[in-house]
């Protein structure tokens, strides 16, 4: 299972830190990704992190902004998002895989309920 938490609403330029709380098995034994849906949008593929860990993938849209790191410890990855604009509304999901085609979002089979993001301008 997959727990997502740490949305919230914040002013643009600001920062906010998501969770994703994995059970049942070693976040290190998945890939986790993070993928947002905004309304009457496509889900998009925001940022992920392979099994090993060795390799981190982001959006082009999030480059620079936002950083994708685990905690093996406490079983949890998190997106820390810096800089935030309103575009970066929308509800986030975190993911995981057992694979690493990380960056498809069809290619995940665990789904977190999602936690709301809400940028002001």
């Known amino acids: 299972q997959l727990q997502a938490s740490g949305g919230g609403l914040v002013q643009a330029g600001g920062s906010l830190r998501l969770s994703c709380a994995v059970s049942?098995?070693?976040?290190?034994?998945?890939?986790v990704g993070w993928i947002r849906q905004a309304p009457g949008k496509e889900r998009e593929f925001v940022a992920a992190?392979?099994?090993?860990?060795?390799?981190?993938y982001y959006a082009d849209s999030v480059k620079g902004r936002f950083t994708i790191s685990r905690d093996n410890a406490k079983n949890t990855v998190y997106l820390q998002m810096n800089s935030l604009k309103p575009e970066d509304t929308a509800v986030y999901y975190c993911?995981?895989?057992?694979?690493?085609?990380?960056?498809?979002?069809?290619?995940?089979?665990?789904w977190g309920q999602g936690t709301q993001v809400t940028v002001s301008s």
């Open positions: 992190i392979t099994r090993s860990a060795m390799n981190t």
């Open positions: 049942g098995r070693t976040v290190s034994s998945v890939s």
């Open positions: 993911a995981a895989q057992i694979r690493t085609i990380v960056v498809v979002t069809t290619s995940y089979e665990y």
